[in-house]
Each structure stands twice: as C-alpha cells, then as structure tokens.
C-alpha cells in the first residue's frame, strides 16, 4: 500500500466511537393544533429555515372507499386537476406555474391528498391556496377529460400487469385481504375502469372530500394568523359533510398460501407475510424495532447480512410492518436468482422461525435503539418531510407529541416485549407466499 | 442573503425583512496532501452529510471493464484491515447514521448522514477504507453476485432500463458515454478481483478525492477533522487519460428493440454540448428552460398539446442535464395512448421541436420557465443531501460548485430568440437518435435480453 499507516489514527478509534448518543435531547417539531370554526383540523409546524410553504389536504378517501369500483379514488384523485371552477386543466396549472408553485394530487389506500408547495411571499401564496381550493372544492369533472384520464389509467395498468414486482404486489393484497376494501386494487381493473362514470366521481368527491372527513398539514415559513387565515379560507371552500365510516377491522392473519405465477424473467420476486396491525396498536413500538433488526434497517439487518452479505443471494431484501387505519401487511419482499428460489423461501422460513423464537440478542437491541433514536433528528431535517410525518399524525389522530416522545418510546422497548410482540404478530405458518418468476406453477 | 434577495425582488415580491435568511454560506479548503473539502453551513437541523466523491465512473472505464467503477464501490464495504465487513454499516448504524453510496458516469461517491457532532465517526472510517481497504477474493465471488442480481433487477428484467442502455450505445458512436454504469454482462462476468484493485490503485489517490460536507458544522472545524483523518494519507499521480470525444454527428441513428413484456416507448434524443463543452453556457441555459417550456409542469407543451389536445401521449417529457463533463442529449421520450400511435407519437414529438424552430416560444411561457426556475433554487434547498450532491455533480463535470451563483443570472440573459437559436442549432435530425421500444412477443419467439443499462446519471446505490 502507498499509504502511511494510520495506527495513531486508528488507535484513537476507541475513543472516538464511545457512544454518546443520547436521545432525550431532541425533541419533535412543535405541532400547533387547531379546529377552523367551519370543523377543519389543522396541523401547523412554523418552519423559518426557507421562506417556502408546504401545504397538504388529506382525506380519507383512498381505495379502502372503492366499494364495488376499483379505480374510483384514484380516478377522482386524477381528475381533481382536469378542470374546476369553469377553468381546463392547462388554465388551472398556469394559476400554478406562472408563479413557480408546484402542486399535486395523491391516492393510495387510506388516504387522498392534496399538496401544495409554494415560496411563502403573501401575494404569491395566497393565489397558490385559490388554485388549490379550486381544484378540491369544485372539480368539474369534464367529461372529455374523464375519457383521456381513464384511458391513461388503462394504459398505466397495462404496464403494471407486465411488471413482475407490481405483479406479485396485487396478488399478495388480494390473498391477504379477500373480503376487505385493502384487497382491492387501488389502480382498478380493466372492467371496473370502463364502468366508472362522471356521476360516480361526483358522488365519491361528495361524499368524501369534505371538511370533516379532512386534515390539512401546513409547514413553513408564515405566522400562526397567516396559517390560519389559509386553512380557514381552505375550509370555506370545502363542502361540510360526514367523516368516511370506519374502516372495518381487518381479519386474523388467514391460513398459509402459496401463490406461484408464471413470469418470463431472469429473478424471482418473492414477497411472503400477512395481516399485521393497525395504527395505534400498543405493540407498536416493540414491533417497530424488532423488524428493524429482521429487515427494516439496510445493509445492517439480519436478512440484509444473510441474503446479501452472506448467500449473496439478492440486491435487496427487507420487511416491514404498514399500521395502517385498520391492521396493515406485514410482508418481507426480495428478488432472486430464479435457481435460488428454494433456497431463498427456506432461508427465511428459518430466518424468521429463529427471530420468532429467540428474538434479538441484547446487543441487537442496543444498537437498533441507537440507531433508530441517534437517526430521529435525519427524519426531521426537511420541510418535506416533517411535513408528511405530521400528516401522518393528522390523519391517524396520534397524540400531539407523538414525535417529540417517539425516541423515548423507542428506549422503552425491552427484548421480552419484542419476544411478545412476534409471538403475537408473526406466523410464519399462515404466511402468504408470493413468487412470480419463470418456471412457477400455481399451487395453490 | 445576496441571492434570496435578489430572487425575490425578481419576483417583484415585498418580504419582511424577518422572512429573509441566510443563504447557505460555503467555504472551500485544500489540504496539503491535495484533498479537497467544501463545507456548506446549513444550520436548521443538528445534523450533517458528508459525501466523498472520486471523479471516476463508467466513462472512464477501458473497454472490456465496465462496471469496474460500480463494483469497486460495492467492494468498498468489504471491510479493512481492522475492520471485517459489514462492520462500517453496523458503526454509523449504532451512531444513529446511515451511509451508503452512488455511482454515475462520471463520479463515485459514499455518503454519511449523522449528527452533526457525530461527523468524526464518518471521517474515520471513509479515511481508513482508504489507506486500508481489503480486496478478499472470497467476498469478491459473493459480491459479484450480488451486483449481477443488481443487473437483472435494475436492466435485463427492466424493459425501460433495457431501452435506456440500448439508447445510449445507439446514440454514441465514439464517446464512452455509451457505456453502461453498471457494465455490459459479458464484461461483469470476465471482471477480476485484481482489475478492481488496480482501479482503486489508480483512482482513489487522497488527492483526488472531494469531501462534500453540509449541514449544522462549523467550516473550521469540519477542516481541521478533514486534516486529523485524511492529513496522513500520501498523494498519488492522477491517471491522465486521452479525451474520447464524441464524432461529428452526420445523420440519424434508429433502432426499434424488442423486449419481452415491454409496452411501448419511444425514447428521441439530440445530441448537445454539456455546459463543460458548450462555447457560449448561454446556450445551455436556453436549453435548460426550452425542455422546461416543453415539459416542465402540468402547463408545458407536451402536456399541453400530446397529453392532452392530441390526446396522443399518455405520458411525454422531455429532458436536458447541463452538468456534464462531456457532451449530453436533449431527451424526449413518450408512452403511446394506443399500441398503435407509437409512430405517430414520434411524429408528434419532432412536430413539436420544429414548432420551436419555426415559431419560437412566446414570453410567456420564457417567463413560467423562469418563475419555476426561481423557485427551485429556493426548493432545492429544503434537501441537504440534495445541496452536497449538487456541489459534487458540478465538480465532477468539472463546472465547478459556484457555477450554479451563475446559473440565475444567465436565466435572466435568455430571450425566445436565444431559445429557437439554440433549436434550430442543435434539435437537428442529424444529431438526433430514435428508439422505439416494443413487446418481444408480438413478433415471434420471445428473447431475454442479456443486457442493458445507463440512462442519464442514474445513480446505482449500493444498498
């Protein structure tokens, strides 16, 4: 080697790796919480750094709200921009962009959203908050545009169903979730997007896309009246209404399934879980950092060092928990080496068996709690995303100071409760096993 | 402070002087041994990322080795002398950090983003992969394949990343940017252990390094760690390579690729100076707004006129990156309405670039781009990670990080005339590249691809 040896360097490590990250010290962002005399909820974090504004309207009116029309969330969520108040789709963008703002529209399963960014001058963002109300409170629903966006809907389907990871991804939610609104697919079938009509996304934004079944997220550089001043002209053009019904309870994790589809690749996607836990649960937290250690923390989880570093079995591997309004997945999701499969399958079957088991060895826990606490103040070090974490907290109603106690939640957690926590939420013999890949047969 | 300021009375926009901030403050340092340091204060958060970029990627590979670039970047987390891997991971985990790395055409880098007072952590172990990395031929084999399940994920089972990496060596005759970042196949499977150590050998010299740092830190003191860690460490002679400039492009290049379960695409792309070759950077920036005015938001013309109007394209865009050492294209690519209008979507696109030719683009919407324009530069920032990478970016192309203090003022200096100038300059069939993509099994026997890859920067990470 041509370099100098590092020993003084070196022999200092020691020293420098002394742990000395303590999380007490950090807090959350300070959420202003208030209700618009019209019933808005607002969630408000002032954020002087950059003189911009984030802004977002969530809705619960995902998927889980398609009833007998897959597609018709996402549809309506699509077509809010297509043409409101009187004004076409290129009429609303240019209010946008003529003065650099950037807005969009969302929908997954839960939730639909709204989302504005804008720099924070008042002349500037108040136009912003004009356009944005436009488009929320009295889309038009042109007929034409429905055709365009529904066709593009088709097209963008098309593509989903030759893409082995989207693939697997649908089949799992429907093995998961057959008599529950999560096993629909939120981009809709084929037939259900024909049927849609102008009548039912009119129906759905009325029923939905209200001020009671709303919580808007603001974060950025405007005072306490200039936020309330928004959310309450935000409020006065949103219709009042009734809060979605609740989300029925998704069932105990069902039997074990293996579901094999057939898929002219070189990989194999594998995804292998089941019903988790919904939002709110006490095991939460236990959960959280036992699948840290399993799978949800990179190149330094168990599956990371086994399928990776030492199979060299896959690119990425991971496993996670989605607490949604009713109990989410739990799913491990990887892609191999077609040849691998098997081996890929039994892998985790012991893998997740053992943790199961055993749980975590103190040292694991240690260093999840560090890691998870140490990297809290990264979650935070944009607007972006305070603002989604806060949104989170909106829609979910979560306390306050959910994020300002989160890391002591985090040091709370002992090795018996995550012990608990698996036993009571993992099973790996009802898992539904999902692989699309060559030479796979349905067996099921 | 200069530049908001500035921005906004652009904008012709009144801010209390309260809303105003400081604008990023940024300070260069070179070390003795020859490294490089730029720190920039943003001090919003208590935490810091730190990126160590070699200015070496795919387009400096020898024929017969791409991808050695990439796979030297996933080696480097093989662990060092002291150090077995996988230990550099679990350390800046248990500082509550996370790390990785990126490769591009031009530059590899790996990053830390940590607590601002846990910086140190990083720099010791970037410095001591450095003097003490360990190339195991055991982990090599195992790593290998890893990056080949990388290649099938991200290429050979991806028909856009196969589109991509064809276009590119379609579109470059002579200029390595036709190869692809995470290498052809059949070059990955002759690859040797020691080609990758020779490629550490030649490359990642102290002095060629730039540590990029940004975040709640005090320049001074990031420097005298950036001394304490990489201080030690000897210069090496940076290896001088021949210039492999593209040739004069003298007529278009066409392929129609079919892939299995692929759905339509056609990619077009036009061969144009980086703002690194460009003569006059003037004619960048008046690229830069015209793929802005062509695609830059829900008003552009694409959307406009192919989305909508037409009604022809379910999806268009078009794209210019301007940071670039070597010569670039213009991009404008496009999903088809129907199976059937992908000729016809092709024919809209070119429509659409003779548009500009012959008629220009009005004030107005020079004016959006630039409205839009403006308030990136105040968007971006709301990223650190963003703001260090941009800095490394333009230092890899050779730009040089204050370029972008110019970038603002030259968006003031482009008029529409400068903008159909630099159309009909450069969007000129002779420099133009047409690739369609189509389903392998509408026309006989399907084919597994056996490659493909590259696309504009696409940075591979290592996780």
Same mark, same amino acid.
């Given at each position: ?70 597609? @018709?969330?996402?549809?309506? +969520? #699509? ?5 409101? &108040?009187?004004?076409? /789709?290129? $009429? =609303?963008?240019? *209010? ?121 997220? @603001?974060?950025?550089?405007? +005072? #306490? ?5 928004? &959310?309450?002209?935000? /409020?006065? $053009? =949103?219709?009042? *209404? ?127 709690? #560090? ?74 | ?463």
């Amino acid at each position: 080697m041509r370099y100098p040896r590092l020993m003084t360097v070196l022999c200092s490590l020691g020293l420098l790796l002394m742990p000395v990250v303590g999380s007490g010290d950090v807090g959350g962002p300070q959420i202003q919480h208030w209700t618009t005399d019209r019933g808005l909820k607002v969630y408000f974090v002032r954020a002087e750094a950059l003189p911009m504004v984030d802004l977002e309207l969530t809705f619960d009116a995902g998927s889980a709200r398609d009833g007998d029309s897959p597609g @018709l969330a996402a549809l309506t +969520s #699509r077509m809010l921009t297509q043409g409101a &108040a009187g004004l076409d /789709a290129a $009429a =609303l963008a240019r *209010g946008f962009e003529d003065l650099g703002a950037r807005y969009s529209t969302d929908s997954g399963r839960d939730t639909a959203s709204v989302s504005l960014r804008s720099l924070n001058a008042p002349s500037t963002l108040s136009r912003a908050v004009e356009g944005l109300a436009r488009l929320t409170g009295r889309p038009d629903f042109p007929e034409d545009a429905l055709e365009r966006e529904r066709r593009r809907m088709l097209v963008s389907l098309r593509n989903q169903q030759r893409d082995p990871s989207s693939i697997a991804q649908r089949a799992f939610w429907e093995a998961l979730y057959p008599d529950h609104p999560y096993g629909s697919p939120p981009g809709g079938t084929e037939e259900s997007l024909q049927a849609i009509t102008r009548d039912d996304l009119q129906g759905f934004h009325q029923r939905y896309y209200n001020i009671a079944n709303a919580t808007l997220t @603001l974060v950025g550089d405007i +005072s #306490r009246p200039e936020a309330e001043q928004i &959310a309450t002209h935000l /409020a006065s $053009a =949103l219709r009042s *209404g009734e809060p979605a019904e609740p989300v029925p309870p998704a069932p105990e994790p069902g039997e074990a399934r293996e579901i094999r589809i057939e898929f002219p690749s070189s990989q194999t996607h594998v995804l292998v879980g089941h019903i988790g836990y919904p939002r709110g649960a006490d095991e939460h937290f236990a959960l959280y950092v036992g699948n840290h250690i399993l799978g949800g923390s990179g190149l330094v989880s168990r599956l990371a060092h086994e399928f990776r570093e030492e199979r060299g079995l896959s690119y990425s591997v991971s496993s996670r928990f989605s607490p949604m309004r009713a109990a989410g997945p739990f799913r491990i999701s990887t892609q191999v080496r077609s040849d691998r499969t098997g081996e890929a399958l039994e892998t985790l079957q012991a893998m997740i068996a053992d943790f199961r088991a055993e749980g975590p060895s103190d040292s694991e826990l240690e260093d999840a709690v #560090r890691n998870i606490t140490g990297s809290f103040p990264l979650s935070l070090d944009s607007n972006s995303k305070i603002a989604g974490l806060v949104s989170t907290v909106g829609f979910h109603g979560l306390p306050l100071d959910y994020l300002d106690t989160f890391p002591r939640q985090i040091e709370g957690v002992t090795r018996d409760e995550i012990v608990q926590a698996l036993r009571q939420r993992v099973h790996p013999e009802r898992f539904v096993t999902v692989v699309v890949g060559p030479d796979a047969e349905d067996e099921d | 402070m200069r530049r908001l300021t500035a921005l906004i009375a652009v904008l012709g926009l009144l801010l209390p002087a309260t809303q105003l901030h400081a604008e990023p403050k940024t300070r260069e340092f070179t070390l003795d041994n020859g490294m490089r340091l730029v720190v920039r204060v943003d001090n919003r958060a208590p935490v810091a990322v730190s990126q160590l970029w070699f200015p070496v990627g795919s387009i400096h590979e020898p024929p017969g080795t791409t991808g050695v670039s990439h796979v030297l970047e996933h080696m480097m987390f093989k662990g060092t002398e002291q150090r077995p891997t996988g230990d550099f991971s679990r350390i800046i985990s248990r500082e509550g950090g996370r790390l990785n790395a990126f490769t591009g055409r031009e530059f590899t880098a790996y990053f830390e983003q940590l607590r601002a007072d846990r910086l140190e952590v990083a720099f010791e172990l970037e410095a001591d992969r450095l003097a003490n990395i360990r190339f195991d031929e055991d982990e090599f084999r195992r790593e290998m394949e890893v990056v080949f399940e990388e290649r099938r994920l991200r290429v050979d089972d991806n028909p856009m990343g196969v589109a991509s990496e064809r276009f590119n060596a379609l579109a470059w005759a002579s200029s390595p940017a036709r190869q692809p970042i995470i290498g052809w196949q059949e070059d990955l499977e002759q690859l040797t252990l020691d080609d990758v150590r020779d490629w550490f050998e030649q490359w990642y010299g102290v002095n060629n390094a730039l540590l990029v740092v940004v975040g709640d830190v005090d320049p001074e003191a990031v420097r005298d760690l950036a001394e304490t860690h990489f201080g030690p460490l000897e210069s090496r002679p940076v290896p001088e390579l021949k210039q492999r400039p593209e040739i004069h492009p003298i007529g278009e290049r066409r392929s129609t690729i079919r892939v299995p379960q692929a759905r339509p695409f056609v990619m077009m792309g036009y061969q144009t100076p980086s703002l690194a070759t460009v003569e006059d950077p003037l004619d960048a920036h008046a690229l830069n707004l015209l793929s802005s005015i062509l695609s830059g938001g829900a008003s552009s013309r694409l959307q406009d006129r192919l989305v909508r109007g037409q009604e022809i394209a379910a999806t268009a865009a078009a794209g210019y990156s301007s940071i670039s050492s070597l010569d670039t294209q213009f991009l404008l690519q496009g999903r088809p309405a129907s199976d059937e209008d992908l000729d016809a979507l092709e024919q809209a696109l070119r429509a659409e670039v003779q548009a500009v030719i012959d008629h220009g683009v009005t004030r107005e919407e020079l004016e959006r781009a630039r409205v839009q324009a403006r308030a990136d530069y105040v968007y971006r920032l709301d990223s650190l990670f963003y703001q260090a990478m941009e800095i490394g970016l333009l230092e890899s192309a050779g730009i040089g990080w204050e370029a972008i203090d110019e970038f603002e003022e030259a968006l003031e200096q482009v008029t529409p005339e400068r903008i159909q100038q630099v159309a009909e300059r450069y969007l000129r069939d002779e420099r133009l590249t047409v690739l369609h993509l189509l389903p392998a099994e509408d026309n006989g026997a399907p084919r597994l691809p056996m490659s493909g890859a590259g696309g504009d920067v696409a940075p591979h990470s290592h996780d």
